[in-house]
Each structure stands twice: as C-alpha cells, then as structure tokens.
C-alpha cells in the first residue's frame, strides 16, 4: 500500500509522518493553569498576560480574573515553576494547579443548568406579564379568555423546565417526612398553576400565572447567585488541594521509580529529596538530613535527622538527600489519623444554625397553616371550593419566601465576593455569620503571624572577616538557615572569603578551608561549642567561635492585623507549640499581652473551649496540624494558603495570598453581611404583616399579588447591593 | 383589536430571538468571567483590531 500511495502522489508518504508529529506535539503542548491571588485590575491583566506571552513557548495565556486564574496553552518545554518565575519577577504572586484535577478544568455544569433556567423563567414571566398588565388594565370577555390561554400555553412547559430544581427538592425532602423551602414553593407554584387553569376553563376574572412564573424566577436568581458562590469557593478550595503532591520515589532494586503515594506499601524503600515532604512515616536507613517539623508541632528550628530517626508523614527534609523504610502509609499515617480525630471532633459550624435556617423553621409550618386555615376557613363560609382553593393560592404565593430565598443570597454572594476580591475564600456557607459574632482572636505562631523564614539577628556586632568567612559557607548550602543568612550578607555588601575544598555535610552544616585552617558553619557540637543552647548556627575559625542567633521573620501585614484588632476593641491571644523566649519576643513585638508558649495541640483547643465556656465567641488564625483541633473547636476559623491540607479543610476561610491584614476588614464586612440580612428579614416580615391579611380576607387579585412580590424581591435585593 | 392578531406573534417572536440568543451565550463560554470582561473593557489592548 505504502509503494501505491508513492507512485500516485510522493508527497503523501511524507504527509502521514507530518500528521504524526504535528499530533504527537499537540500531545507534548500542555495546558498549564496558574492560580493568581494577587490579580485584581485590567492593568493586572494586560500585565499578566503579556509577560505570560512573552515567555519564550508559550502559545496562548488567557486570565480568568473572577476565578483569579491563569489558563497557559504552552510547548512542552515551559514548566510552571518558570512561569512562576516570570510572574514573581513581575511582583504577581503564581502557584501551579494540578491540571489533572477536574476543577480546575471543567466547566460549571450545573451553574449553567440554573442559569438557562433562569433565562427561560425570565422570558416566559416577562411574556406573560405583558399579557397580564392588559387584563389588569381592563380587557374583558373574550379578549381576557384569550389572554388567559396564550399565558397558560407559556407558562405550563415553563415551569415544567424551570421550577424542576424546586420539585425536585421538595419530593426528597417529603420522602423523607422533612418539610424545607422548597415544599411551600412547590406548593404556591403548583396550586397556583391549578387555580388559574380552573379559572381559565371558567372564564374567570383571577389567573395567577404571571405570579407563578415571577416566583420561579425570584427564586431561581436567588439559588443562581448561591450556587455561584459556592462554585467559586468549592473550586478555588479544590485547586489548593491540587497543590499537595502525591507522588513519591520509591526504591526498587537499587532504582528509583515515581509511584502514587496511593500505591506506596509498608516496608517499602522511599527516596525522599531535600526539599520533599516526607509522604510516609517512615524510619531513615541512609542519609543525614534536617527536618522541619514546623507544621506538625510549631517548631521552627529544623531537627537533626540520621539513620534510626522516625518521621512522620508532613515533615520536610531539608538538606540532604534520605532514603526511608516505611512503616505507616495513606491513611494510617500519624497526619491522617490526627486529621481523622480532628473530623471526628465536634466543630464549631456544626453547632451553629444560620440565621436563614433558623428563619425557615419558623416559616414552612407557618405558611402551610396559614393556607390551611384560609382555605377551610373560606370553604366553611361561602361551600365554594373554588373561591376557597383561590384564596390559598393567593395566600401562598403571597407568602413567597424571597427575602429568604433571594435575600440571604445576595447578601452572601455580595459578602463573600468582596472577600474574595481582597485574597479571601470563604468555603463554608454560615462562616460570615458565625465571623460576625467574634470578639476574641486566637492566633497561632509559626507558619501564621511569621513566615516560617529565618532571619539573622545581631550581625552588626561580628566582625567583618568573620562575615565574609560565613558568607563564602552560607553560600554553598541550601539549608533555609544558610540561604537566609547570605541574603543578609549579601544586602550588607560583605565580599565572601576566598575559601577551598567547601563541602556540605548533611545533617551537620559546611566545611572549607581557608589559609591553612579548616573553617565550619553549622550545628552547635559540630562546627564548636555553643552558649545558648545551640538554637542558632556556629562559626568556627580555627579556635575562635562566632555565633549566629535567628528569629523568624514576620508575615506581611501581621502587625497591621493585630493593631487593627485591638484598636476594633477585640482581645487578641497567641498560642504557640514553639519555645518560651521565641513566643515572649514575638508577642512583644506585636504587643500581645495574652500568650502561652509551649502548648500541645490539646492545650490549644482546651484554650479555645475555655475563652468559650468564659462566653467568648473565638476565631482561630492557624496553619499547622497541632492547630487542626483548634481550628475545629474555635467558633470561626481561618488559615493561610500555605497551611497543611488537614488545617486548610479543618478552617472556613483560605487567606489566599501571604498577607494578613484582611482580617479586621473581614470582621467588619461579616458585620455589614449579618446586619443587612436581618434587616432584609424585617423588611419581609413588615411586608408580610400588610398583604397577608389582604390575601385571607380575599381582597388580593393578581395585581396586588403581583405587585406585593416584585417590590419586595427587588427592596429587599437592593438592600443586599447597599452592603459595601 | 385585529392588530392583535399580529402583535402579540410579533411579541413572542421578539422574545424567543432574546432567548435564542441568550442561549447562545451561555453556551459559547460568555458567563465565565464577569470580572474579567468588565476590565478588559478598560485595557488599550486590541483597540485597533480584534485579536487574532
């Protein structure tokens, strides 16, 4: 076949292997998503996308600014990490989204299922309503009959497409013997679907199906823009996930192959590289390394580590290269069976019921009986099932939950956007309500109020030569305690010392010579002795010791927030796993005057419970798994991104970028929230009182009805768009 | 009232074409980024010319 194909059209033969490449490039052409707290203008966006094009490779890079994301279509030689590069250099802060997880992908299908819905509904009420001002505007006989029928002929397969989510919701909570919003909803909608038809039938002067159709569609913009923010929050919460890593290396024949950390086994040999987090708990067999334990316990100082340690899963290796047994893999780890208790734990948002639940509670019985009444009540007055049916369809449709169903809402969609906008994620729905009520604030040390970075302190009071001989050690080292020293040093312009034969130890530090003498920067006990308890690193010269004392470096916007706390009047608390003098000088500080050093995961969440028992309503700031139990006992809680994946899930609210100074504003637009939504369920309840009694005294006509409903909706709408 | 005849088709041909082409939107990916769409207005970028 090939020979045939040659003698027709030599060109062809070349063409398949053309067509093969060209696939097998489009194969190799990844989509790379960024996500992008920081973006929030059009200038971002120019800014952002043109950097992102110019990159050398990539072919296309659109911003997404309501997700805060970055789609990049780019040749298989661009990896994330440069394009993170690219965009820091730029001052945008990017992390890389597993491209494998479906929300970061697909499409929201169930939004645009709401939406087309909506549309229809919207429609349909408008046509319907044209029709319906000329019969409240007088035409009579045969010209209103007809009106009625056009009307019924849109609205039944309306509502048949467009109310489907209400019946839907109503038969699973009737199934179950529950009454919830949805069934007084269906029920309006139904009984007022029969009445008019009834009526139609009749030539009747009343039909409600413009009522039926408003209803279906208030109500369907309520549930669009919940499910919006929701579908927000949901996906932006999923994609910080993706950034856990789930591969390992693990060891087979003296070769190592990646492998799901899903399919590690007990016993297995894992290959774990500095800079790695520890996927198993596991014993080392080979290498010297530090670990960083910071997010289990607080610590911040890393943790020698040699054959014989036991880590567990969470760690991060910091310097040398390990090789571990494992002895606990997935969900037997020492991470997840504390992540487990944490889930088990009662939390703070289990207790809590919404304002708008608590609202519905009082209102489904309460319209059901109402309509019951009226509608028996009628019938034993006038024995005309029809004038009684008709009464009870007003009465219920005149009840519409909007301030409940459309109010609430907008309010949260409002709240949480504007949240979103300043780098917050609100995950849980009733977390603004329950953020509202805080008046104490519990933070947690490492990894929250600081930044887990080292900083050197004191380097004024060592000598220069000594500087320049630690700088030529620092360098050669990827310890976080090295690398934060030479950035010092080298914004002090000290010249390195002209040293050879430099050499990491793992676990111990680094060695050189240096005119003949052997010079060591590293642990205390390795590289010389040490006076305050070895917390810091050694230099060693010959016989004179120079000694380097580190403190961690504030996060940004950490001052702010805790000013601004105080000054809003709310007690500010810091609970720390670290070391008594590492949390007395941070509090002071930030001048926090309640403070405990030392404490156990249980102390923490024991603190908690009693600011609560003392009628405190707490919110808890932490990132790190001894602060999960904390978080889940805490009344609100919030996290920053880089928090362990068990707090992040454990907390309401995701800081999305690395500042913290949205937190007093957060307090305040929490505030707005749960205050413009009574408000709204004031403005229902008024409005209720005036037209309810219209309606059982049989004085509402569709025109009323139609009337009462739409300015209620859309006050009540407004009321939401006031909150700024 | 003959008009009426003609009017009221006319109005729910006016709607449907609404519709129709609402429909359309949402499904050519128009809703995804609100946000985004309302900056973009402001940016100088592809005054001249639509993107390629």
Known sequence: MSTATLSACPACSAAPSAQDIAARAAIRDVKLTLSLPTIHCSACISAVEQALNAHPGVNDARVNLTLKRAQVDAGSAVTADELVHTLAAIGYEAHELDPGSAAVTATDKAGRDLLMRLAVAGFASMNVMLLSVAVWSGAADATRDLFHWISAFITFPTIAFSAQPFFRNAWSALKVKRLNMDVPITLAILLALVTSLWETTLSGEHAYFDAALALTFFLLAGRYLDHRTRAIARSAAEELTALEVPRAWRVVDGEEIQTPVADLHIGDLIRVRPGARMPVDGEIIEGRSELDRSLLTGETLPVPAEPGTAVSAGEVNLTGPLLLRATAVGQDTSLHRMADLVAVAESGRSRYTSLADSAAKLYAPGVHILSALAFVGWYLYSWDLRTALNIAAAVLIITCPCALGLAVPAVTTAASGRLFKRGMLVKHETALERLASVDTVVFDKTGTLTAGRPLPLGLDRIDDASLSVALALAEGSAHPLSQSLTRALRDLAVPPAPVTDLTEMPGYGTQAQLNGQTVRLGRAGWAGPSQNGGTGAVLSIGEQVVEFTFADDLRPGAEQAVAALQAAGIHVALISGDRQAAVADLAARLKITDWTAEALPGDKSARIQALQDGGAKVLMVGDGLNDTAALTAADVSISPATALDAARVASDIVLLGGDLSPIPSALTTARAATRRIRENFRIATLYNIIAVPLAIAGLATPLIAALAMSTSSITVSLNALRLR | ?52
């Open chain 2, 1 to 52: 009232m003959d008009v009426l005849v003609w009017l009221i088709p006319i109005s729910l041909f006016l709607g449907a074409v609404g519709l129709i082409g609402f429909i359309y939107t949402v499904k050519s990916n128009q809703y995804d980024d609100p946000e985004g769409d309302s900056q973009r207005i402001l940016s100088k970028e592809w005054d001249d010319h639509p993107k390629p």
